[in-house]
């Protein structure tokens, strides 16, 4: 389970236990995050790739189905590219493969407001592109469990992390049509972020991609529609079970795994 820009594996919290009814869940926190080290930029999201499969041979495991949100789901994609033989399957939520941009100038407001101003006042401009209104005003708990998500990391690492999403390359949607494995691209209909037409665009490019728009979920599809996003990814996941014939999809203790990570 990989998060997005500036979240720690807490973000999967309405997720991990759900999925270790029937899988393994290893869930760890990008590097800039949580318990992981936050070195001083530049950091680069291929370099982060390599990260979630360092975790997962820490974990001991040869292969995973992958699970990636937002700038998690760009990671995802990056992983699946470099490392094919490490993915079972693929879950791509609430992200996209190329650039637009009035994101990539929204992304840099974001990055100089952290700079200049602290993570609260992110915080604060972002809620908004991540949580829908109907849901702002009749549910606390996503604003409950996303806010201090936001708010925890440290600018710098934060900065650091906007940087490598600007600076990844677009070429990457031509390697992903050379993918041969099971995805599945799920987002919320009302998703402004990264808007359902990115995510048709992920489908489309993806050979055999299925796709899954959640009524009514907002960007962080995965909080505010946790019910309803556990149920696609789960049938989807039983539907390419013998993708994995020598997984162990037994129940089992959620592992969650946070690793230190070298600076250099």
Known sequence: MIQGLGASSRGWIRQRRA??????????????????????????????AEDAVAVLDAAGFETAHV???SMG???????????????RTLILACTASRHHEWRRELLAEWRDTAAEKGMRHVAGRSLRWIIGSRMRRRLELPASILWPLIAAAPAHAFV???????????GLREELATLDVPTLVITGSQDILTPVGDAEELAETIPGAELVIVPGAAHAVMVDRAPAFNEAVLSFLDRHRAVA????TSPAELASVNLPLASA
């Open 19 to 48: 999925f270790a009814k029937h899988y393994r869940c290893i869930a760890f926190d990008n590097r800039g995050v949580g318990h992981s080290d936050k070195p001083e930029g530049p950091y680069d999201l291929a370099e982060m």
């Open 160 to 170: 650091s992390q906007v940087n490598a999403i600007l600076d990844a390359d677009d």
């Open 73 to 87: 789901g760009v990671i995802a994609q990056i992983l699946a590219v470099l490392h094919p033989d490490r993915v």
């Open 245 to 248: 014939d020598d997984a162990d």
């Open 67 to 69: 699970m990636g949100a």
